[in-house]
């Protein structure tokens, strides 16, 4: 006949109950159920005064007592925007690999997707999460909405990382990505560089300028031309939102409307859905183009020569940075202590690892 192990909730006659452990410690019913099931919300002084009463009342057997003083795993969430873009996909693809092996250090983290480039949708799945988590790193964008979910969350003790676009002025913890202006700046020359200073038409596609990175990518690489290329002239900043598909249809109009293209740079993600409309017009070789990240796809376009240099960044060392940051900061510590900042490096088929 099997015996029932005692839980917290077991309340069985002749015994201590919840109420009495409660009593004891100077705490509501409520508060001390949170406390012996190692919910949020309780600090851990109180924790230990309701471990004392549970102990001293024998409302648990030694073996729950140690399981409740276990600090409780830190949650993590990565909360990304859904779609076709191959580096966001990578980014969360990595996150589902650490979840497993941080489990032995009482780190749990997931990846939640979102609808991307709704300001809206991202304040409130951002308030959403933040009640059930210790921290979130999120892919942020411009708008007050957003600015005021990350200060409530922030009031509430909820540690909040931006990624890979920034959103300086605002509550987060830390930043974690490339530094984007320069970003910009290194595609601007590459592109002049490649184009031995001639002059002609250059081409811009956004995923969308609600992202300060790719604002910023876009005021970097404007900067280097003025300064250094007079002769190359943009000729139209378009949105495709990190959509292969919209991308492709962008690019497509920028070269039917500007059939003297002689260059192309690819602020956001996506840029198969571009190489797809340089090779159907049968200016892959001949219009230099250049984007960001190496995946799958940028990286076969860089070995047919269809994509000219991609500036790129670190999936894997972007996601542990978050980690390293979040452990910081719950341990107290400087948010960046020991953390290495995030570097770009450019990559062109010469030099593909």
Excluded: W
Excluded at 37 to 63: C, F, I, M, N, W
Excluded at 149 to 155: I, K, S, Y
Excluded at 171 to 198: C, E, P, S
Excluded at 268 to 296: C, N, Y
């Amino acid at each position: 006949m099997k015996t029932k192990t005692s839980t917290p909730s077991a309340e069985a006659p002749g015994r201590s109950r919840l109420a009495d452990v409660a009593r004891v410690a100077g705490v509501s019913k409520a508060t001390a159920d949170r406390a012996l099931h190692a919910r949020k919300g309780v600090r851990s002084a109180t924790v230990q005064r309701v471990v004392r009463a549970a102990a001293q009342l024998g409302y648990l057997p030694d073996e729950s007592l140690h399981q409740v003083l276990r600090p409780r795993p830190m949650e993590l969430i990565f909360l990304l925007p859904a779609g076709t873009n191959q580096f966001i996909r990578m980014l969360g693809d990595y996150v589902g690999i650490v979840e497993k092996q941080l489990e032995p250090f009482n780190v749990r983290c997931r990846r939640v997707e979102i609808e991307g480039f709704d300001a809206e949708v991202l304040a409130a799945r951002l308030l959403r999460h933040g009640r059930q988590c210790d921290g979130i790193a999120f892919v942020p964008l411009e708008h007050p909405a957003v600015r005021e979910a990350v200060a409530t969350l922030a009031d509430q003790g909820v540690h909040l990382l931006t990624l890979l676009s920034d959103l300086p002025g605002s509550r987060r913890a830390a930043y974690v990505g490339i530094d984007n202006h320069a970003a910009g700046r290194t595609a601007g020359y590459l592109m002049g560089r490649m184009l031995d200073r001639k002059s002609g038409k250059v081409g811009l596609i956004a995923g969308s300028l609600s992202y300060r990175g790719h604002e910023e990518r876009e005021v970097g690489f404007l900067q280097v031309l003025a300064e250094q290329f007079p002769g190359l002239r943009v000729v139209g900043l378009r949105e495709g939102h990190d959509d292969v598909a919209q991308n492709y249809r962008q690019a497509r109009t920028l070269l039917r409307q500007h059939a003297d293209l002689v260059a192309l740079y690819n602020i956001g993600g996506a840029s198969e859905g571009i190489g797809r409309a340089l090779k159907e017009a049968g200016l892959d070789h001949k219009v230099v183009f250049i984007g960001h990240e190496i995946t799958p796809d940028t990286r076969a376009m860089l070995i047919d020569g269809t994509l000219d240099a991609a500036i790129n960044q670190n999936p894997q060392t972007e996601v542990m940075n978050c980690v390293r940051i979040f452990a910081n900061l719950r341990a107290g510590r400087d948010a960046l202590a020991g953390v290495e900042p995030v570097r770009a490096g450019i990559a062109v088929r010469e030099n593909l690892p």
